[in-house]
């Protein structure tokens, strides 16, 4: 299968991961409902990449189910600052190189801090953005730890 070769999956492939490409038609606002179905996959396997900052514009990777919601208090208890929110576009962009829609953890343009919600270990197999819209890549969730050194918070919620 031809698949395009994007930052992730040239870090992916260095690290010696096993990923399986997956491509499906991207749709404007579609989110992890639309690839999950898309691809035929339960949307809880799906994990979105949500680009965050707290106060002093301290960017960072948050990694949850594609059907639960950040908990943006509790994320801020955990981290120990006042409020964290979400990146705007252009911010994200700088941030990751990456198209929101397309953004992956592997391979961002700075490197930054990842959470990741702790249930995502528990799942057999995840399907992950490989770094452009409408590409997903399915690798074992202990990669999330021994290639982004991800951190495990329990912050979820129901979406």
Not at 7 to 18: D, I, N
């Amino acid at each position: 299968m031809d698949y395009p070769i994007t930052p992730a999956v040239r870090l992916l492939r260095e690290k010696k991961v096993e990923f399986e490409p997956h491509l499906y038609d991207y749709v404007e606002r579609g989110g992890t409902s639309h690839s999950s179905e898309a691809l035929g996959v339960d949307e809880h396997a799906v994990v979105k990449t949500l680009v965050m900052e707290a106060e002093g514009k301290r960017p960072f990777l948050v990694l949850m189910h594609g059907d639960r919601e950040v908990s943006t208090k509790q994320l801020a208890r955990h981290m120990g600052v006042k409020a964290v929110h979400p990146c705007d576009f252009a911010e994200a962009q700088k941030h990751t190189g990456y198209l929101v829609g397309g953004t992956s953890p592997f391979g961002t343009r700075t490197k930054l801090h990842v959470y990741a919600e702790r249930t995502i270990f528990e799942l057999p197999l995840i399907y992950i953005n490989g770094g452009k819209r409408g590409f997903l890549v399915s690798v074992d969730p202990k990669v999330l730890k021994d290639v982004l050194h991800a951190e495990e918070v329990e912050v979820g919620i129901e979406g």
